[in-house]
């Protein structure tokens, strides 16, 4: 069966741009949540959704947003781009909210 | 948010056990989850405990919770050198809808 899977792996970018992000989650998983992991820090939580709703938000501006598909399917938007917005992001399933998340190997975001 | 707290490093012999601790601060999570990362890839769900257990021992790996204390633990039988990775020790908020990461501790594995 396959994992997590998220596109694209790499990407650059400037500063102001914007920058979308996907995930497919793994079959018959319906809850998807993105993580920013900074070089030598833990991942920090960004949004979990289930059933296509935002089911919880972590510290993040309101550059940061994101969305799931009837498929649990899930893009990660991020506007006006910084250079601190350089990051590995990651995604992770789980059949619903409260249980084990499985993750995808991230897309690593520059920004120059 | 909360705080999840580890040590930076660890370093042991091929062969030894490895023991990683975390502090936690949600009292009111239901599990408690450790993750491996290798060098540019993804976090790997390694192992998780039901917050109202006290061990789980699964392979090489066993996993203890200190409730009272909220500490966590994770040893590691017989380390190899494919053991050498960050290993992050993670929690959720008490709805399941938040996760927090500790910062990770660098276990070396030397030959």
């Known amino acids: 069966d396959a994992g997590v899977t998220q596109s694209p792996t790499h990407l650059i970018k400037t500063r102001g741009q914007q920058v979308t992000l996907r995930c497919s989650p793994i079959?018959?998983?319906?809850?998807v949540s993105w993580y920013q992991q900074v070089l030598g820090q833990g991942p920090q939580f960004i949004f979990q959704?289930?059933?296509?709703?935002?089911?919880g938000r972590g510290n993040f501006p309101d550059r940061f947003s994101a969305r799931q598909f009837p498929n649990y399917s899930s893009e990660l938007n991020v506007n006006a781009l910084l250079l601190g917005d350089s990051a590995l992001y990651l995604c992770?399933?789980?059949?619903?909210?409260?249980?084990?998340?499985?993750f995808g190997d991230g897309t690593r975001l520059s920004i120059l | 948010g909360e705080d999840v707290e580890q040590s930076l490093f660890l370093s042991v012999r091929e062969g030894d056990s490895s023991v990683i601790n975390c502090t936690y601060t949600?009292?009111?999570?239901?599990?408690l989850y450790w993750y491996k990362q290798e060098p540019g890839a993804g976090l790997q769900l390694l192992t998780y405990?039901?917050?109202?257990?006290d061990m789980k021992q699964d392979q090489r790996l066993t996993v203890l919770l200190n409730k009272k204390d909220k500490h966590l633990s994770l040893r590691i039988a017989d380390t190899q050198t494919g053991d050498s990775a960050i290993y992050f020790c993670?929690?959720?908020?008490?709805?399941?809808?938040?996760?927090?990461f500790g910062t990770g501790t660098s276990l070396t594995v030397i030959p």
């Open positions: 079959s018959g998983h319906k809850s």
């Open positions: 949600d009292s009111s999570s239901t599990y």
């Open positions: 959704y289930y059933e296509k709703e935002e089911r």
């Open positions: 993670a929690e959720s908020s008490n709805t399941g809808n938040q996760f927090y």
């Open positions: 405990i039901f917050s109202n257990m």
């Open positions: 992770a399933s789980s059949p619903a909210g409260d249980q084990p998340q499985h």
